[in-house]
């Protein structure tokens, strides 16, 4: 599977932003999805994941949890991630990642696909 995250970009604080992740080539039915980030000097981290058919509650990280949602366009494998109260620490590298089955793992490790990330700035 292929993945292309784009819908990165500069934003103040406060601000909002979309990000998209599309998924091309052979996937199986049962897919989660992972938002990760990569702020400089740091660790990759998941932000948000979510199951790609199985109905259930999405992961979100302590840090976004309230301003951060995370939704499907099944039909169209598509997965998005709505960023808002957007903060400076915020920023990083934002990757969306794909592994085959329903749970959610937290862990990058987990997932075999990832897309090339898309840069989103937030500017104090």
């Known amino acids: 599977v292929q993945l292309q995250a784009s819908g990165g970009g500069l934003v103040q604080a406060g601000g909002s932003l979309r990000l998209s992740c599309a998924a091309s080539?052979?996937?199986?039915?049962?897919?989660?999805i992972g938002w990760f980030r990569q702020a400089p000097g740091k660790d990759r981290e998941i932000v948000s994941g979510i199951s790609w058919m199985r109905e259930g509650i999405p992961f979100y990280a302590d840090s976004v949890k309230g301003r951060f949602t995370i939704s499907r366009d099944s039909p169209k494998r598509t997965v998005f991630l709505q960023m808002n109260s957007l903060k400076p620490e915020d920023t990083g590298v934002y990757y969306c990642a794909a592994r085959t089955g329903s749970k959610i793992y937290i862990q990058r490790d987990e997932y075999s696909f990832w897309g090339q990330g898309t840069l989103v700035t937030v500017s104090s």
């Open positions: 080539g052979r996937t199986a039915s049962d897919v989660t």
